[in-house]
C-alpha cells in the first residue's frame, strides 16, 4: 500500500474563509477529508501536514523519506521563491506533484513561476479543490507503473 504525505504550505489553513473568490469556499479539512475516501478508493495510506513555517515543511519532507513513497504538496506562498523546499524535495529524492488551487499562470506575474515544479513529475493548477484529486490519482498511478 503506498504512502503519500499531503503538505500545504503557508495560509492555506484559512482556507474557507480566504479569498473565497480565488480559492474557493472550500475548508482544508474538507479537502483532507475528500482526499482521505479517494485515498481509500485507490488503496493508499494518507498523512496530512499543514505549517506556514518554511523550516517545519522542510522537517516535514525529510521525515517522508522514512515514511512514506510520495508527496502532493502546494508550497503556497512559498513556490515563487522557496529555494529551500525545492531543494529538500530534490533531496529526499521521493515523486511529487505540485497542486495549486488558482491558476498561477492567469494571476499576478510573480506568481506566474515556480521554483518547485521543476523538481516535481507535474503541476496540476486552476481546477480547485479537484487538483488534489486529480494530483493523488497521478502520483499513485506513477509509484504503480514504477513498480512493473
Ligand atoms: C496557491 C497559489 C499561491 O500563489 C498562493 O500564494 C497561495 C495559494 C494556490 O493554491 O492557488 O497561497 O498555492
Redo the contacts with the bound molecule.
Keep these: 500500500m503506498e504512502k503519500i504525505i499531503v503538505i500545504n504550505?503557508?495560509?492555506?489553513n484559512l482556507l474557507g474563509t480566504r479569498e473565497p473568490d480565488v480559492?474557493g469556499s472550500t475548508t482544508l479539512a474538507s479537502i483532507e477529508q475528500r482526499l482521505q475516501i479517494v485515498g481509500e478508493d485507490l488503496r493508499c495510506k494518507l498523512a496530512f501536514f499543514q505549517s506556514n513555517h518554511e523550516g517545519a515543511i522542510i522537517d516535514r519532507l525529510h521525515e517522508a523519506r522514512e515514511h512514506e513513497d510520495g508527496i502532493l504538496i502546494?508550497?503556497?506562498?512559498f513556490?515563487?521563491y522557496s529555494i529551500a523546499i525545492r531543494d529538500a524535495i530534490k533531496a529526499v529524492a521521493l515523486p511529487a506533484i505540485e497542486?495549486?488551487?488558482?491558476n498561477?499562470h492567469a494571476?499576478e506575474a510573480f506568481?506566474a513561476h515556480s521554483v518547485i515544479a521543476p523538481v516535481c513529475l507535474g503541476q496540476v493548477?486552476g481546477l480547485g479543490v479537484i487538483g488534489y484529486e486529480l494530483g493523488l490519482q497521478a502520483l499513485v498511478r506513477h509509484l504503480r507503473n514504477e513498480k512493473e
Design positions: 504550505g503557508p495560509n492555506l480559492y502546494n508550497p503556497g506562498a513556490t515563487h497542486i495549486h488551487l488558482s498561477i494571476r506568481r493548477c
